[in-house]
C-alpha cells in the first residue's frame, strides 16, 4: 500500500512536468490578431486651389508661467517649431480676371493670404518645467496656443504676403508663359481706401 503511493505521487509528478513543458509556452492571454473596424463617412470635399508659394519656418524659445495667488507658480519653458504658408487661392479667379492685349496675357491674382500656421509638435520639446505637476497639461496647452498666435503674428509682420506675391512672379509667371506662348503681366486688385474729407 505504501509503495503503490509512493509510485501515485512520482506519476502525479511525473505527470505534472510533463504538462507543464508540454504547455508552458501557451498564454491564455496571449494576443493572436488584432481585428479593428472602421466607419468612415465623407463629411465634406473641398475643390483645393490654394497655390502655397512661400514657407516660413520658426523656432520659439516660450517662457510660460501661471500666476497664482498664493501657491508658486507653475512654469515652463518650451523649444517650440512650427511653420506658416502663404498662398494664392487660384479658384477665386474669374474669366473676366484674364485678358490678352496683343502678345501680352494679363492675369488679376487675387491677393496672397496666409493659409496655414502651425506648430510642429514633433520637433518641439519641453526644455523644463518648475511646479507644474498639477497643471502641466493646462501649462503646456496654454503655452503651445499663444506660440502658435506668435507664428501667425510673426509670419504677417516679416512680409510672408509680400514673399508670396514675390514668389508668384518666380513661379507662375513662367508657368503661364510657358503654357500660353505669352509674355505674362500679374497684377493684383487694387484696395483704395479714400480718406473722410475734413
Given at each position: 500500500?505504501?509503495?503503490?503511493r509512493?509510485?501515485?505521487?512520482?506519476?502525479?509528478?511525473?505527470?505534472?512536468?510533463?504538462?507543464w513543458?508540454?504547455?508552458?509556452?501557451?498564454?491564455?492571454?496571449?494576443?493572436?490578431?488584432?481585428q479593428?473596424t472602421?466607419?468612415?463617412?465623407?463629411?465634406?470635399m473641398s475643390?483645393?486651389?490654394?497655390?502655397e508659394?512661400?514657407?516660413?519656418?520658426?523656432?520659439?524659445?516660450?517662457?510660460?508661467?501661471?500666476?497664482?495667488?498664493?501657491?508658486?507658480?507653475?512654469?515652463?519653458?518650451?523649444i517650440?517649431q512650427?511653420?506658416?504658408?502663404?498662398?494664392i487661392?487660384?479658384?477665386?479667379?474669374?474669366?473676366?480676371?484674364?485678358?490678352?492685349?496683343?502678345?501680352?496675357?494679363?492675369?488679376?491674382?487675387?491677393?496672397?493670404?496666409?493659409c496655414?500656421?502651425?506648430?510642429d509638435h514633433?520637433?518641439?520639446?519641453?526644455y523644463?518645467?518648475?511646479?507644474?505637476?498639477m497643471?502641466?497639461?493646462?501649462?503646456?496647452?496654454?503655452?503651445y496656443?499663444?506660440?502658435?498666435?506668435?507664428?501667425?503674428?510673426?509670419a504677417?509682420?516679416?512680409?510672408?504676403?509680400?514673399?508670396?506675391?514675390?514668389?508668384?512672379e518666380?513661379?507662375?509667371k513662367?508657368?503661364?508663359?510657358?503654357?500660353?506662348?505669352?509674355k505674362?503681366?500679374?497684377?493684383?486688385?487694387?484696395?483704395?481706401?479714400?480718406?473722410?474729407?475734413?
Open positions: 500500500m505504501r509503495y503503490i509512493v509510485l501515485l505521487i512520482i506519476g502525479i509528478i511525473v505527470f505534472s512536468i510533463f504538462l513543458e508540454k504547455f508552458k509556452n501557451i498564454n491564455p492571454f496571449a494576443v493572436k490578431d488584432i479593428t472602421h466607419n468612415m463617412v465623407l463629411k465634406e475643390v483645393l486651389g490654394k497655390l508659394l512661400a514657407n516660413f519656418a520658426f523656432r520659439d524659445i516660450v517662457e510660460q508661467e501661471l500666476v497664482r495667488e498664493y501657491l508658486p507658480n507653475p512654469k515652463a519653458i518650451l517650440v512650427g511653420e506658416a504658408i502663404g498662398c487661392d487660384l479658384t477665386k479667379i474669374k474669366p473676366d480676371d484674364i485678358a490678352t492685349n496683343g502678345d501680352t496675357l494679363i492675369v488679376h491674382l487675387p491677393d496672397p493670404e496666409l496655414s500656421y502651425k506648430i514633433h520637433k518641439s520639446k519641453i523644463d518645467t518648475e511646479y507644474a505637476f497643471n502641466e497639461q493646462s501649462l503646456m496647452n496654454e503655452a496656443s499663444r506660440a502658435e498666435s506668435k507664428i501667425k503674428e510673426s504677417l509682420e516679416m512680409g510672408i504676403l509680400d514673399q508670396t506675391k514675390k514668389n508668384a518666380l513661379v507662375l513662367p508657368l503661364l508663359e510657358n503654357i500660353s506662348g505669352k505674362v503681366v500679374l497684377q493684383y486688385r487694387m484696395k483704395a481706401t479714400l480718406s473722410r474729407p475734413k
